[in-house]
């Protein structure tokens, strides 16, 4: 893999013209519109524990949208036991302690006490039958994404949960890629100010001199001066940095504010087949601006005691916005992510998802594997960082989820 000439830290530009810093005025002239991003080898310039460890932020009324009651809808696809990860794939290390451990007894300390184990309904009991996946619910054959001869006009979907590090840009990133190998045409857009997705497809986010942040605030600015093209054909990113936090301030006095990403992005909505936005954790107006540009909404919930914490009001939230602002506005599924089957605590809590989600729920869960911090390293998807892997696998069930629905 090719080390990246602009590593954290590294000042100046960088001496490769295809890797030079958008900012470098030759790069405009050879590449009129569009830059090619290295999307690998590029060790993340932010420390990690800013791109992780965001604390959830405390759902902030938007300025559009009040909070108010919540209801929960229901329906959904198919799951996967994947194979097990190739050898000979990068990332040797590719199992944590964790992974390694015998499988959890029934009686695992991790299970809070307070929830007895007999609280699982027969039906949703997990994997025990042949054909049922791990939501408790019969599998269902997915089709291989039938080739397209055109694209657009593009799904924009908000990958949505103001509660932090519960798997919004590991899915936004690998879905997006399991996408692009369908043959879909992806645009992501990095639309967290942690640039967490920009750094994860391995672009520096202190480089950048245009981000999505200039698309949003500035007159003239189009969605091709922010573009940039990712090492996954078909698979396009608009980056983001620190510099879109003081455009939740500044949207405020914009007329229709709330519409102002939905209006950058319609010019390339023929481009794409699927737009997927990577939301910060926050309901606040970046977020109230994904969702009103959206026609759907994934919400990936990690599979831990407080997961469906907080998930009433994002309900709420995506309600609000419908009834007001987006009309086509669909829950369109809850992703379980992090998830262990070889912990009682882990199947509670899945069983629990899909008993208050129904068939919202994929059918594909995403594991929790070391595997994903791995590609945040590598700044690559792990479709192409680990393509025989169980979490690549997975993705690609969920790209074939999401376009059978
Ligand atoms: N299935 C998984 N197994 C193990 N680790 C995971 C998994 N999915 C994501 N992670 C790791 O968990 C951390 C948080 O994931 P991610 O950044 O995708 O969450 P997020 O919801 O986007 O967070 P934030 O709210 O801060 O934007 C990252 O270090 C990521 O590598
Ligand atoms: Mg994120």
Known sequence: MVKSTFEAGTPGPPSDPARRSPSAPADAARLPGKRVVRARGVAPVLP????????????????????????????????????????????????????????TSPTSPTAP???????????????????VGPTGRPRPELPTPAPLDRHGPARILAMCNQKGGVGKTTSTINLGAALAEAGRTVLLVDFDPQGALSVGLGVNPLQLEQTVYNLLMERGITVQDVLLKTDVPGLDLLPSNIDLSAAEVQLVNEVAREQTLQRVLAPVLDDYDVILIDCQPSLGLLTVNALTAAHGVI?????????????????????????????????????????????????EVLARVVEAFGDKVFHTVINRTIRFPETT??????????????GAHAYRELAKEVLAR
């Open 48 to 103: 990690l524990r800013d791109l992780t460890a965001a604390a959830p932020v405390p759902a902030a009324p938007s300025p559009g949208v009040e909070p108010a009651a919540a209801t929960v809808p229901g329906k959904a696809l198919g799951s996967s036991t994947p194979p097990s990860a190739g050898p000979g794939e990068r990332g040797d290390v590719r199992t944590s302690g964790a992974e390694q451990a015998a499988p």
């Open 113 to 131: 006490a307070a929830r007895p184990s007999g609280t699982i309904p027969a039906s949703l009991a997990i994997g025990e039958a042949e054909g």
């Open 299 to 347: 919400i990936p919930l990690e599979c831990e005691f407080f997961a469906l914490r907080g998930v009433a009001l994002l309900i709420q939230t995506i309600e609000k916005v419908r009834e007001r602002l987006n009309p086509h506005l669909e829950l369109e599924g809850i992703l379980a992510t992090m998830y262990d089957s070889r912990t009682l605590h882990g199947r």
């Open 377 to 390: 390293v590598a700044g690559e998807p792990i479709t192409t960082y680990a393509p025989s892997s169980h």
